[in-house]
């Protein structure tokens, strides 16, 4: 690696802290130096084989993407600009509960089909890893042993461990299933996992009691990681879902950072100041809570996530076969319609707030982009799609999204799904839309708390002990930004364009974006937390 000096920079270092002007040097994949333009005045400025001119840029440590959906794209895209080109220099994936390890041969196959939706099926994946380890492994390995695009941590997956050691059964866990389950997340912390995931209003995760995911949060404590839940709400009962969460996580002694966390749907406009004031009283309390968000307001899932959990149970071929039966069809109907199914966050579905997003069968491609108009237009999509097709769910409130971003445990996730002909614009765009929209635009935040949103604080929730800040001796994982135009530029029409004012980033000291092009470095690699197990009845 060459030696580089970054001359000239507006440094944003992360910390929440006033902006300073400086020349940063870098080498060894590291930052060397940090000379401030007041220390420089009088004496030679630092020199190195390569000098960039940073004069009218931001420089700030690289994004850290709290909640990805990237699993498969790694592996599949060497590019994968979609996170490289907005500043992402590390992923969190293995997201809601469901990803591809730990698994056994049946559990893969049927993970695949179950989250086709959010990943594609992986036809063109080689899935030759089982283990959590196996999977990090893969991913240092990729294209050749070059690596991957961006860094990535994981965190297991609940569902999946469910699935491997219950099945798809709607049933308490057996004792010795339990001990299974503590065994394979025990397994996955010492491969390098950073904490565990659950997506409870997902089959088969959303069958698991609480007594039964704080055993494995006890687990994950010992390890020093955290409990990452979709909980079981975000409509209809969502604040008694957070707290549940909440009391959940005290219980195990495990730190808790709760994913996507919003207010969506009618029940809940206007009511983000009882979220946040009940995540205040946990803090107080001692709680160790963090959480992330995604500046929009729709959200994005599969079309079979919205059925009721009754109508999920056995798996994806069960589903189907229920689909197919006109008695049991119209059962589904009822409970999307006019109970408020499980899967729909108890909520009465609204179809008109359901767009299509992506289907897999060519023949569907006419239904991405529109709303779909009834259960029989559902139905239909999902038989013939054999379960695949990803929406947009139109149910959030944009002061929701304000408020919640302001607090001072928020950090940033795009919750971004790659996949489909009309992805998510949040999937391109979350982080310069928060630099763009939300700071120079509104003045939600400043652009110094802004960073430190993006940056130092899902640092610390991972526990990183040399990411994050712009600080000598960390790594040179960076971002340089235009402040005057940095914006995304995906749309919900056009939701692959890529984002403005982001000239320059750095992973590992190498440019994989330079004067806003991407070039062939794959410098990212797995970040797995340190496999050291605390005492068995440590917290947090």
């Not at 769910?393 to 302001?406: A, C």
Request: hydrophobic share 40%; with cysteine.
């Amino acid at each position: 690696m060459e030696q580089l000096v970054i001359r000239d920079a507006d440094v944003v270092d992360g910390s929440g802290g006033p902006s300073y002007r400086a020349d940063v040097v870098i080498d060894g994949g590291r930052i060397i130096s940090i000379v401030q333009e007041a220390a420089a005045a009088g004496c030679q400025r630092p020199k190195a084989r390569r000098e960039l001119d940073a004069e009218g840029l931001v420089l700030s440590p690289g994004f850290i993407d709290m909640h990805a959906h990237s699993d498969l794209a790694l592996l599949r895209d060497p590019d994968h600009s979609a996170k490289a080109a907005q500043g992402v220099t590390l992923e969190v994936i293995g997201q809601d509960g469901l990803s591809y390890a730990p698994v056994d041969d049946r559990t893969l196959a049927e993970v695949r089909r179950a989250i086709t939706g959010w990943n594609g099926y992986g036809d063109d994946i080689d899935f030759d890893w089982r283990s959590v380890g196996e999977y990090l492994d893969r991913l240092d390995s990729a294209f050749d042993g070059r690596g991957i695009a961006v860094n990535a941590a994981y965190l297991i997956p609940q569902g999946t461990v469910r699935m491997l050691a219950v099945g798809w059964a709607d049933r308490e866990a057996t004792p010795q299933e339990l001990d299974r389950m503590r065994q394979l997340v025990a397994e996955g912390m010492e491969q390098g996992a950073v904490g565990l995931s659950s997506g409870l209003t997902y089959t088969p995760g959303m069958y698991a009691k609480d007594a039964e995911l704080t055993e494995l949060c006890r687990v994950v404590a010992s390890y020093g990681g955290y409990y990452c839940p979709h909980h079981r709400s975000y409509g209809a009962g969502a604040l008694e879902a957070y707290a549940e969460m909440v009391d959940l996580s005290r219980e195990a002694g495990c730190s808790l950072h709760l994913a996507h966390a919003t207010m969506n749907f009618g029940v809940n406009e206007g009511r983000a100041p009882e979220l946040l004031a009940l995540l205040d009283e946990a803090l107080a309390s001692g709680a160790d809570i963090s959480l992330d968000t995604y500046p929009y307001t729709p959200g994005c899932t599969t079309l079979v996530a919205m059925l009721p959990s009754w109508a999920s149970e056995g798996g994806p071929e069960a589903i189907l076969k229920r689909l197919a039966d006109d008695d049991t069809a119209d059962r589904i109907r009822h409970h999307l319609e006019v109970t408020g199914s499980d899967g729909c966050h108890g909520v009465p579905m609204e179809w008109d707030t359901i767009e299509i997003s992506g289907v897999t069968d060519p023949a569907l491609a006419e239904y991405v982009g529109r709303r779909v108009d009834s259960w029989a237009t559902a139905r239909h999509l999902l038989l013939s799609d054999r379960l695949a097709p990803s929406i947009l769910q139109h149910v959030g409130h944009e002061e929701n999204v304000r408020q919640i971003m302001r607090h001072r445990v928020h950090t940033g996730g795009s919750d971004g799904i790659l996949q489909g002909a009309k992805p998510h614009p949040r999937a391109y765009g979350t982080f310069p839309r928060y630099l763009g929209h939300y700071v120079r635009e509104l003045g939600i935040l400043s652009l110094e708390e802004c960073v430190a949103h993006l940056t130092s604080r899902p640092a610390a929730r991972l526990r990183l002990p040399d990411r994050g800040l712009v600080k000598e001796g960390y790594k040179a994982d960076l971002v340089l930004f235009d402040p005057g135009t940095v914006a995304a530029g995906s749309t919900f029409e056009e939701p692959r364009r890529l984002p403005t004012g982001i000239p320059h980033v750095l992973i590992d000291g190498r440019f994989v974006i330079e004067d806003g092009r991407r070039t062939d470095v794959l410098a990212g690699r797995s970040v797995r937390r340190s496999p050291v197990r605390r005492n068995a009845d440590s917290r947090g």
